[in-house]
Every structure is written in structure tokens, then in C-alpha cells.
């Protein structure tokens, strides 16, 4: 399983629904589920060990652009680690 399908598994759990996609807007997660973006990034940032600052998330708007930023932070850890 890919990173970003592993990231729509953590949302779909956080939201209790197997009906979300990538390409589910944040918009409509957040009125149809009791759930919201601090929660949904928390989740994310627990479950890979990476933090999703302000710069990742400024432009998200859809399930899938989330779970691309997920990606983007693990590479971004992963470059920093070898950097060291």
C-alpha cells in the first residue's frame, strides 16, 4: 500500500467512512462528518511521525491533496535526515 493510499486510510478511519475519496472536498468532509482539520492532521501526524506545518496545508482542498501533503512531509523528513 502506497503512502498516500495509507493517509485516505487514516482519514477514512478518523471519519468512520469508507465513502471518502481523493477527491472528496475538505468542505464537505468537515459538514458531513463531525470531524475537522485539527483533528484529520493530528491523526496524520501521529500516524506517520511527520508534522504537516502551515506552508504543506495552505492550498489544500480536496482528500487527495491532503494525502499528497502527507507524502511531501515524510519526503521532506526523510531529505532532512540524510541531510544530517
Known amino acids: 500500500m502506497s503512502t498516500k493510499q495509507e493517509a485516505l486510510k487514516v482519514i477514512r478511519d478518523c471519519v468512520g467512512s469508507d465513502a471518502v475519496t481523493y477527491n472528496t472536498t475538505l468542505a464537505e468532509l468537515f459538514e458531513e ?31 487527495g491533496e491532503l494525502c499528497q501533503a502527507v507524502v511531501r512531509a515524510i519526503r521532506e523528513a526523510e531529505s532532512e535526515e540524510v541531510d544530517l
Open 33 to 63: 462528518y463531525e470531524t475537522d482539520m485539527v483533528n484529520l492532521v493530528d491523526s496524520l501526524e501521529s500516524e506517520f511521525g511527520v508534522e504537516l506545518y502551515d506552508e504543506l496545508l495552505e492550498d489544500v482542498e480536496t482528500v
